[in-house]
């Protein structure tokens, strides 16, 4: 199964079990983007009211072979319910549907209005107010989201700044492409590696483009795929990569915002209280991160599994993360 | 051999024919594709202009700071990451971060002269 057809059977029936058996599905569509799971849009119809939904959905209905760090869709949906109770502005869930029933592995979330586009976001005169609120709720989000009790969330993988360099590099190596920005990178965070913090829930991709925001700032945080038990720093400094800013390179929280503020949000709403330099080497290892990972998709042209223009063209942005790593060396040796 | 047209007007044809008749006439993925096509041939014919200046110039400085008269670029580069990884050469080293610089300016100026970080480099 996996058509259209099968799924709006699926959602109908769902929807007259909990809208009452008059509720239909209307408008269901595939958005695009997501490559490891569909996401579909539709309507319920129940009477008067429409409530607009998502669905998140394996491919096919099946969990099919994902990158070893990315959550299953049943962890999604209760990292999304746990942190909801911890106050995260996060789309609610409505069903979690189990491998094998007849929507397959699935779950359906309340549709959020707002713009996910960076440079939208960063750009548009319609989010001018959001913009000037956006750190402050980030900060805040950042803190709730470290701040769920672990014992509050299903499993997941831990892994800290240690786990982070052997994995890059060990896939890097795997590449035999020399990179000497990203070698000098990797020996460089060996041999200035901070204190681990107290492992907690780490969201893994928080940044402009998983965060729906609406006129009034921060609405929703999505994609939840990548979160994981590790350093509070590393969502922090992720948000300042580079490669988020969207060419809003002097604000180096995600192209709205400075540091400082951020990092007083976090610490006003119960995060840890950190200084600027505490992000460096966590931003260093996120913008090396990148890099590997932009290799790792012209790897998948090189190797044919995915022959698209669009992944041999994203070799050529690798050179991107070597800019941002060498200003950020450069930045080093200002504070010193 | 002849070469009219030759390697770069073949490339500026295709590329013309991308941009102003393929792409209006494609839509959502398939336009997408087209565009990320026409920026990767943008690319070629930059890096047809550029490469072979930017790379005498990266074999000038990586013979310099690895004090080596290897001519290929792929061995002084695959020397350098040797150096790094065993420690003899790191961010201390004289000239290591601006000949880095210096060459990932040049590779970006043919990959992407758009990117943000290029103007920070530069500043």
Request: glycine share 8%; with cysteine.
């Amino acid at each position: 199964m996996g058509t259209a057809n099968d799924i709006e059977k699926g959602l109908s029936d769902w929807a007259s079990e909990h809208y009452g058996v008059a509720a239909a599905i209307a408008g269901l569509r595939r958005l695009s983007g997501g490559a490891s799971q569909e996401t579909w849009a539709f309507e319920v119809e129940a009477g008067e009211k429409s409530e607009p939904l998502i669905l998140r959905r394996a491919p096919g209905g099946t969990a099919a072979a994902r990158s070893s760090e990315a959550i299953t869709l049943a962890i999604e949906a209760a990292l999304l319910e746990a942190t909801d109770k911890a106050g995260v502005r996060v789309p609610g869930v409505r069903h979690v549907s189990p491998p094998g029933s007849a929507l397959g592995e699935a779950f359906v979330m309340k549709r959020v209005a707002g713009e996910t586009l960076g440079r939208k976001i960063l750009r548009d005169a319609e989010f001018e107010t959001a913009r000037a609120r956006l750190t402050q709720q980030c900060g805040e989000a950042l803190a709730r989201i470290h701040s769920v009790p672990l014992s509050g969330v299903p499993k997941l993988p831990t892994s800290l700044g240690r786990n982070q360099i052997d994995k890059y590099e060990a896939v890097y190596r795997e590449f035999n492409l020399p990179r000497p920005v990203f070698e000098l990178a990797f020996a460089w965070l060996k041999d200035n590696e901070p204190e681990p913090a107290d492992p907690v829930l780490v969201h893994g991709d928080f940044r402009l483009g998983n965060l729906i925001v609406d006129e009034n700032g921060l609405a929703a945080v999505l994609d939840w795929e990548l979160a994981h038990i590790g350093d509070p720093r590393e969502d922090i400094a992720w948000l300042c990569v580079n490669s988020w800013r969207f060419g809003q390179t002097e604000n180096r929280v995600g192209g709205f915002g400075q540091l400082d503020e951020l990092l007083d949000a976090y610490a006003a709403a119960g995060g840890a209280r950190y200084r600027p330099a505490d992000i460096d080497w966590w931003e260093i290892m996120g913008s090396l991160k990148w890099g590997v990972m932009c290799m790792t998709m012209y790897g998948a042209f090189k190797t044919g599994a995915d022959p698209s223009v669009e992944r041999a063209a994203i070799g050529r942005r690798v050179s991107e993360n070597e800019i941002d790593l060498i200003n950020l060396f450069e930045g080093l040796g200002r504070h010193a | 051999m002849h070469d009219a047209p030759s390697a770069k007007e073949l490339i500026e044809a295709v590329k013309s024919f991308l941009d102003k008749t393929a792409m209006v006439q494609l839509q959502g993925h398939a336009a997408f594709h087209a565009r990320v096509a026409s920026n990767a041939l943008a690319t070629v014919l930059r890096e047809m202009e550029q490469r072979p200046g930017a790379e005498a110039r990266e074999r000038d400085r990586l013979q310099a700071l690895l004090k080596s008269d290897e001519t290929d670029v792929g061995a002084l580069n695959r020397k350098l990451c040797e150096e790094i990884r065993t420690k003899r050469v790191d961010l201390s080293t004289p000239g290591l971060l601006t000949h880095l610089k210096s060459t990932t300016i040049d590779q970006l100026s043919v990959d992407q002269p758009g990117y943000s970080g290029l103007r920070t480099a530069a500043r």
